[in-house]
């Protein structure tokens, strides 16, 4: 069954009014049977990943919107998706409690690190796999499990770090199966930020496993998390409404974006600059913000939840991606503000 592809060419489109309430998509990338959990552009900008609830995760072509690969595998929800820092790999997780790794075309399973698996030394088995992502070097990965977080060196299927402190703060008849929704290391390599439950985010050594900083502000779950790309800062979104940006050094609240959003906030990203932040959101809009002044550039309105979005590598492009099935993509000019 061919992907089908709505591509509007409009000129007035290709550079959005920064002040306007609702640009539009030059890009729809349709395809997927279910909520796109995750979508991110490759190191080169030619490429977009994305991961499903539909148990797919697919390659698409940023330019022209053409589908050129896809994987069903997974046998469950496929959580997030993302490129190695050198294009050469993708990482996939999924509720099928597995970690896969693919080649950049997504045409093979390079590796599954699973507990059933007989390619890793990895027992997982017992736990589905939220988050998983890349280090820098591309030779690890940082994922997040139920209750911990953990290093994985890719290779050798050795454990290298486990990260434990997020907790579990409803009452036992109500009680979670997550209680980390996230995972990513710092440009340098030498800290790990993770997001929780327990209405924090938190900051970790690599190399002795300990909490350096525990990010507060959220009054509620924290679902997703960023630094930015010199590392020297984190932004943080959750279910609160609230996105937070804070000192990757001391832990400090830097900024807060609050009273756009009116419903909870599940995703954010930086653009490359630094300068500007994404959100991504429950009540149906995608934001741009200035990071300095807190100021809202731009509202982009949906017809669904946005789950996900993030700025292309050259900063000029954003992709949002949808409870609807649908990823977009929306050329934005930011030099211009």
């Not at 299927?157 to 290391?185: C, D, T």
Request: charged share 25%.
């Amino acid at each position: 069954m061919k992907t089908a592809i709505h591509i509007t060419m409009s000129l007035c489109f290709l550079t959005a009014n920064l002040h306007a309430e609702n640009p539009h998509a030059i890009l729809e990338l349709k395809g997927h049977a279910g909520g796109v959990n995750f979508a991110a552009f490759s190191p080169d900008g030619k490429k977009i990943v994305t991961a499903s609830k539909d148990k797919t995760v697919r390659i698409w072509d940023a330019e022209s919107g053409r589908e050129i690969g896809k994987q069903e595998r997974h046998t469950d929800e496929v959580f997030s998706i993302s490129f190695s820092a050198d294009g050469g790999k993708i990482v996939t997780a999924s509720a099928d409690k597995t970690v896969r790794i693919w080649d950049a075309e997504l045409k093979h399973e390079l590796k599954i690190l699973s507990g059933a698996s007989r390619y890793s030394f990895f027992d997982i088995s017992a736990s589905a796999v939220r988050f998983a992502a890349f280090s820098p070097d591309g030779k690890k990965v940082v994922v997040a499990l139920e209750k911990t977080a953990q290093i994985w060196d890719i290779e050798s299927g050795k454990v290298l770090q486990v990260f434990r402190g997020h907790r579990e703060m409803a009452p036992p008849e109500v009680r979670r199966k997550y209680w980390i929704n996230s995972a990513f290391f710092s440009p340098n390599e030498k800290k790990v930020v993770t997001t929780g439950i327990d209405h924090t985010a938190r900051i970790w050594d690599i190399d002795s496993g300990k909490t350096l900083h525990t990010l507060k502000g959220h009054n509620s779950t924290v679902f997703h998390a960023a630094f930015s790309p010199d590392g020297i800062k984190i932004a943080t979104v959750g279910w609160n409404r609230i996105a937070i940006i804070h000192s990757a050094e001391l832990g400090t609240t830097l900024q807060r974006f609050v009273g756009r959003h009116i419903h909870a906030i599940y995703s954010v990203n930086f653009s490359p600059d630094g300068k500007k932040i994404i959100t991504g959101s429950q009540d149906h809009t995608a934001r741009i913000w200035d990071v300095e002044s807190g100021e809202e550039l731009l509202s982009i309105k949906h017809p669904a939840e946005v789950l996900m979005v993030a700025f292309s590598p050259d900063g000029r492009r954003v992709i949002t991606a949808c409870q609807d099935g649908i990823v977009r993509l929306f050329v934005v000019e930011l030099e211009n503000i």
